[in-house]
């Protein structure tokens, strides 16, 4: 990926920006300014600015900032897109709606000679399948009771963690976010679904046996609309470790309201169970909570309550550091 | 889907052809004949023809009557395939290699006014992610301990079997071979991973209460690679009945030699806890299996066997008939 920095962060009237606040958190020097509308409720504590202005202060990309439902490029956005191709910025896009078949931009980008950037396409890649041997070094993959629960953040944390520990590590990253964090990696729901498993080991190659990948989980096993790419995923990652997200304050699964969170230990078993089909050493070391709507009393409490509940390091990536969890990767 | 037919079937050099034999089993008015190369060991009982002859004879289409490993187009069968076209006959493939995106097929098919038809192709399709509500009417969904185990041929039985007693059923297919016996459907393992729950969910959709849809299965809840492609389907299909599909030859998963074959009593488990998550009634009604390759007295001995063993109706379309399992059927 070669992808043209530092960026504008699109946020226009996004409810959430999950791939701009993660640029931002994680590669802050790629980030000039942020663009919103007038009623957005977001800040990424970045200057606003104008497509010109952001241009005039180096910008050389917008980075849509957020994935609207199903991942399709709302039309209110498209008299912005439009500004900024004419101010001379390229687009950066995680949508799954191609910028590139677009009938108004890609027209526009080809007379102005400006690229647009679709980097979760991946439908013309293919993956060989191979044996699903076991490949040596060792890998953990962070799961979810959930979608947008934490996943990416608390691999990013303990790959950081790893490295300051002096140990040899990469950060693997499976979404539109992580890849533009990393420069690297493969948007593991846009690949062909035959392919999503084969894909996950191509990721996280062989490797010295004392190297960890740390990947980035996607969905949730137990999620009705994702569950299957969750699960190509720990298969072609073959874990020795997994490391489960959740929220704690949600009652149902995001946009789905029929469909209750299940029990941390529920995704405990059931991720055991499914990852050691190609890992029979599968565990899942410790348990990482997104306590941000919490206040902090209630916070440490359920951080220490989960962990005796369940036996295991419990953590907030954010309150407590990822510390106790690393301390049992080094065992392993 | 609007396919020009009938077909030459074109085995060539395969060890294997699935689509062919599907296509004769259940369309035979489709086929014309059979294009083999001198060393083949199979043959689809049909007129051995060539090109010119299969066009004088009525054919549209040569249709590519195997899957080689990958899905990918061997080079050694392209002089056929130009041959084929410059004869006057369009090409139908289900391999993931696009016809319409081969640098020799591509241009030559649009000099002489060919069609090269993709019936794989499903990547530029999108599927709305709804709210997974359970919706009205029944759902059989065949389940295999591995691929290429009977899911299809079963699945077809069963909706034969059903229509015979004159209860309303769709058959839904899923896979490349599937969808030219029933003229249309979803080759859910080519579509993009995100879209796999969501494509069952529109493949299946709401039908009067007594309505049976009878859906196709694919790959395996505990194959290595395709699981899932698998679980995906499950979710989908919200599956109230499910029959379990076994070669109880094999001992290893096929092209997979490092994972054994499990057990048809893990794989009911697994299904079944699977399938709860979108459907809580969801049960294995029964046991389908494969045993081509066993003598008659084994086979019966086996399927018997079987059905004491898993205290479920046990069959071999081929030998004994879907019957008992569509009993069950009728008592959901």
Known sequence: MNLPTPYLLFIADAPHAKTAFGIRDWRPELCIAQMRYPASMLDLDLP???????????????????APAGGVLPDRWLADLERALRAGLDIVSGLHTRLNEHPLLKPLAKALGRTL?????????????????????????TVGVDCAVGKKYTALAIDRELRHRGIDADFRATGQTGVLIAGGGIVIDSVIADFVAA?????????????WDVIEGQGGLLHPAYGGVTLGLVHGS??????????????????????????????????????????PAARVVGVSLN?????????????????ARLAMPCVDPIRTGVGPIVDVLMTL
């Open 199 to 211: 894909a996950a080991a191509e990721l996280s190659p062989a490797a010295a046996p004392e190297h």
């Open 238 to 279: 073959q874990p020795d470790a997994m490391v489960l997200c959740a929220d704690p304050t949600r009652e149902t699964i995001g946009d789905f309201d029929l469909y209750p969170q299940p029990a941390l230990e529920e995704c405990v078993l059931r991720y055991t169970e499914a990852a050691r089909l190609t890992n």
């Open 48 to 66: 606003d600015m104008d497509f010109d202005e952001a241009v005039a202060a180096g910008a050389r990309s917008v980075l849509l900032g957020s």
């Open 117 to 141: 950037h679709d980097v979760r396409r991946m439908d013309d890649r293919q993956f060989s399948i191979g044996q699903f041997e076991r490949r040596p070094g060792k890998r953990l993959l």
């Open 291 to 307: 306590t941000s709507r919490l206040e902090d009393g209630r916070a440490t409490a359920l951080v220490e309550e989960t962990a």
